[in-house]
Nanobody, 124 residues
Framework: QVQLVESGGGLVQAGGSLRLSCAAS????????MGWFRQAPGKEREFVSV????????SYADSVKGRFTISRDNAKNTVYLQMNSLKSEDTAVYYC?????????????????WGHGTQVTVSS
């Protein structure tokens, strides 16, 4: 069982930055693929970024590539999402998710555990 708690969301002006954190409970964090997803009002949840258990492999949605960076610290059971050059279209609730073992995935249905989300609002 893995429990996930996101933090770091808030209100920021366009062009600004935020760093989201996702703290995980459980000893097996280092064995989990970790992903970030987001859901804007009236839209479906979408993939943002994913990182392998070792941190050696990452992937990003085209819409955030070059602006967002995912990283993890297995000693702290935490995964991060550094978001730079934020745009109004980045406004959404951001969710952290964990996938037990296996390869990285961009599909939400492949993830076993989810956090409750943190709101990110970018004002233009």
């Amino acid at each position: 069982q893995v429990q996930l708690v996101e933090s770091g969301g808030g209100l920021v002006q366009a062009g600004g930055s935020l760093r989201l954190s996702c703290a995980a409970s459980g000893r097996t964090f280092s064995r989990h693929v970790m992903g970030w997803f987001r859901q804007a009002p009236g839209k479906e949840r979408e993939f943002v970024s994913v990182i392998s258990w070792s941190g050696g492999t990452t992937s990003y949605a085209d819409s955030v590539k070059g602006r967002f960076t995912i990283s993890r610290d297995n000693a702290k059971n935490t995964v991060y999402l550094q978001m730079n050059s934020l745009k109004s279209e980045d406004t959404a609730v951001y969710y952290c998710a964990a996938r037990g073992g296996g390869y990285i995935s961009t599909r939400g249905t492949d993830y076993d555990y989810w956090g409750h989300g943190t709101q990110v609002t970018v004002s233009s």
